[in-house]
Every structure is written in C-alpha cells, then in structure tokens.
C-alpha cells in the first residue's frame, strides 16, 4: 500500500506564486515517475508535470516556464513551484506516483486546490 500526502494548496491573487508538496510512503521498491495533474470545474483531467527517476520532466504547455517541478529522492517527495498564477491555473492538482512493488502502479493524492483570484 502506497500512500500520497500533499500539501500547499490555497488562495492566491493573480501573478503570485504557491509551492505544492507531495511526500509518498508505503510500501514500494522504486517511484518511477511523480507529477501532478489539476482538474477545473467542467473539464476534464488533465497533466501538469511529471518527473522520472532520472530527471526528465513534462510540462504542459501552459504551464512551461512558469510552474517547475522537482523531487527529493531521499524524502520520497515531489515539489511543484508554481509562479505566475493565472485565473486559468485554478484547480484541484492531484498529486500522482508510479511506484513498483511486484508491479508498477498508478497511486493517487486526494487533491488539493488551487485557487487564483483577480
């Protein structure tokens, strides 16, 4: 069992910035890959930032060179700075894992929100 806590969600004005945190624990042998998504209200799911074992990120185009995504490997943890926040940017971000045990698996954070205001 793998388990997703995430952190720094909140209220903030436009052109601001908010750091998120995701610190995994449980049962796994290695994280290959940790990032998050964000849904906004009436759309669907969609990927924010990913990282892999090496350091390769993924960005979504709207996100590219205002959000940076990082991780500690000995914390087990995956940071996202997030600056420039737009009114676009408001959102439930779900902090997401892959993680191998016996297999590699797709693990969940409960989500956090996000909210940007004018």
């Known amino acids: 069992q793998v388990q997703l806590a995430e952190s720094g969600g909140g209220l903030v004005q436009t052109g601001g910035s908010l750091r998120l945190s995701c610190e995994v624990s449980g049962r796994f042998v290695a994280i290959n890959v940790m990032g998050w998504y964000r849904q906004a209200p009436g759309k669907q799911r969609e990927l924010v930032a990913a990282i892999r074992t090496g350091g390769n990120t993924t960005y979504a185009d709207s996100v590219k060179g205002r959000f940076a995504i990082s991780r500690d490997n000995a914390k087990n943890t995956v940071y996202m700075e997030m600056n420039s926040l737009e009114l676009e940017d408001t959102a439930v971000y779900y902090c997401?894992?892959?993680?191998?045990?016996?297999?590699?698996?797709?693990?969940w954070g409960q989500g956090t929100q996000v909210t940007v205001s004018s």
């Open positions: 997401y894992v892959v993680a191998t045990w016996s297999r590699a698996t797709t693990y």
